[in-house]
């Protein structure tokens, strides 16, 4: 079976409509580690193509607080403002389907996907300390989580951690064979707000026969996305970061 995996969608449609024609024909299943919404201005639209496609989602930070699910005290300003309107855009079914997203993990088949780690969403798995403190809580061999918006991974073995590599520079591709000890954690990378210096949109496919994990950049209209989020009157921050990919 080959798998989409999607995560951090944040509201960007542009950035996925770069990233399904980029991925068209290489996969028969779409899951997505969270964060559909906030920031972007096309809330409705992102999940409105979710429920419809996504086989398995499990819920992210930004889908809890903008369902109404959590205290937005968390956020920082301009996030807990663009969760406010991304609230109060959100058709009520559109509501209602963030509010019922399944916590991560979720397993599926022979591996999971969660957002931010094992024991809660909102942590984020950054340093290689992180990541032996979470290794005993892996239910699976493999795991696709998200929320740090950083393409790449790691592969937890006897001897430590070592760190998996993404396309970088002028690459939009680079496949990893996975071995069969040790415990991954693979991010796919942000499809709306890349923050790994390559403001290209990110995704992987998985293919879990020939047991091959593909990281993908793709340009998007990064322009139009802007614009958007201009025109919604969300803040200006949002809309330059886009470019830079931080
Ligand atoms: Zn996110």
């Keep these: 079976m080959r798998y989409l995996i999607l995560s951090d969608i944040h509201g960007n449609w542009e950035g996925l409509e770069a990233v399904l024609r980029d991925a068209e024909g290489d996969y028969e299943q779409v899951l997505c580690c969270g964060d559909l919404v906030g920031y972007g201005a096309d809330p409705n639209r992102v999940v409105d193509w979710v429920r419809e496609r996504a086989n398995l989602v499990v819920r992210g930070n930004h889908d809890k607080g903008c369902a109404g699910l959590d205290d937005l005290e968390w956020f920082n300003p301009v996030a807990r403002a663009a969760a406010n309107w991304t609230s109060q855009s959100l058709t009520p079914d559109n509501l209602a389907y963030l509010r019922n997203l399944p916590k991560g993990p979720a397993v599926m088949d022979s591996f999971q996907i969660l957002h931010g780690s094992p024991l ?30 950083l393409q790449g991974g790691f592969l937890c073995h006897r001897n430590g951690v070592i760190r998996l590599r993404r396309p970088e520079g002028a690459e939009s591709r680079e496949v990893i064979e996975l071995e069969n000890d040790g415990l991954y954690l693979i991010n796919p ?58």
């Design 120 to 149: 809660d969403e909102d942590d984020y798995l950054v340093s290689n300390f992180a990541i032996t403190q979470v290794a005993p809580y892996l239910e699976r061999q493999l795991s696709f989580f998200g929320h740090t918006h």
């Design 189 to 246: 990378g942000s499809v709306g707000q890349p923050r790994d210096g390559d403001p290209r949109a990110g995704y992987l496919i998985y293919d879990s026969d020939a047991r091959l994990v593909e990281f993908r950049r793709v340009p998007y209209d990064i322009r139009a996305a802007q614009a958007k989020i201009r025109a919604a009157g969300l803040s200006e921050l949002l809309a330059d970061r886009l470019e830079f990919g931080n």
